[in-house]
């Protein structure tokens, strides 16, 4: 069983990766204007910056939740997380909209690493009794990240221009990343008082993750700061 010092370093590690997710997902929502001012993007344009993101980190999320599943996931999460913070720093020497575009694709496929991977570890690491508030932790890096990165991005462009803003968000992503490999790997189930019955062994996993209120909010709340 995991220790308390490494459920610890565990927790607040992927609060950070989580700060990080939702940081570098939004930041391109701060940074709108002064690139659509200096490459004249149109409206559609900048809509399509934030639909393909999205509809791949959707795609995504289903195999990469599948390899969480059969490989070791601090791997999973730091290959995903050191992927995507390069492609977030490497925004920055974009030079027009499709440039952009791919770089935006490789942050969608990054991050959709993270709320599996994440989850999961979560979820052995901690017993019933604490896994609620570990998952609560674990979340705050939504709102935190996303207030962030408008105060931060918006302040930072003002004085240095908006590829600053990208290579600031990138840095930190690469260094959690480098953290995450030293993440204990707990065994699957350790943390379960009981097994599951063999009833709802029988229904589908898309089922029953489906069913569960915590995992729906978490499904919901991913993509809700892509259209704000």
């Not at 980190?57 to 995507?84: E, N, S, T």
């Not at 952009?100 to 990054?110: D, H, S, T």
């Not at 953290?179 to 898309?206: I, M, N, T």
């Not at 089922?207 to 704000?228: C, D, E, K």
Request: proline share 4%; charged share 10%; hydrophobic share 50%.
């Amino acid at each position: 069983m995991p220790t308390n010092s490494s459920r610890t370093f565990a927790l607040w590690l992927l609060f950070g990766i989580n700060f990080i997710n939702f940081f570098d997902r939004q930041i391109l929502a701060a940074l709108t204007e002064p690139i659509r001012l200096e490459w004249g993007l149109t409206d559609t344009q900048i809509g399509w910056l934030v639909t393909a993101f999205t509809l791949l980190y959707a795609a995504m999320g289903l195999p990469l939740g599948r390899l969480a599943d059969v490989w070791q996931r601090k791997f999973v999460l730091a290959i995903g997380l050191a992927f995507w913070s390069l492609l977030t720093g490497l925004s920055g020497l974009c030079w027009n909209f499709w440039s952009l575009f791919g770089a935006r694709l490789g942050v969608g496929i990054g991050e959709a690493s993270c709320a599996p991977a994440a989850s999961s570890l979560i979820g052995d690491l901690f017993p019933q009794s604490w896994r609620s508030r570990a998952m609560s932790v674990f979340m705050l890096g939504l709102p935190l990240g996303v207030g962030t990165s408008y105060l931060v991005g918006g302040a930072v462009a003002q004085h240095f221009g908006w590829r600053s803003v990208f290579y600031l968000a990138g840095a930190p992503g690469l260094l959690l990343a480098a953290g995450a490999l030293f993440l204990a790997e707990p065994l699957r189930g350790q943390s379960e008082a009981g097994k599951v019955g063999s009833a709802q062994r029988r229904e589908s996993a898309g089922r029953l993750v489906l069913g569960i209120p915590t995992m729906r909010w978490i499904i919901v709340s991913g993509m809700l700061p892509q259209f704000s």
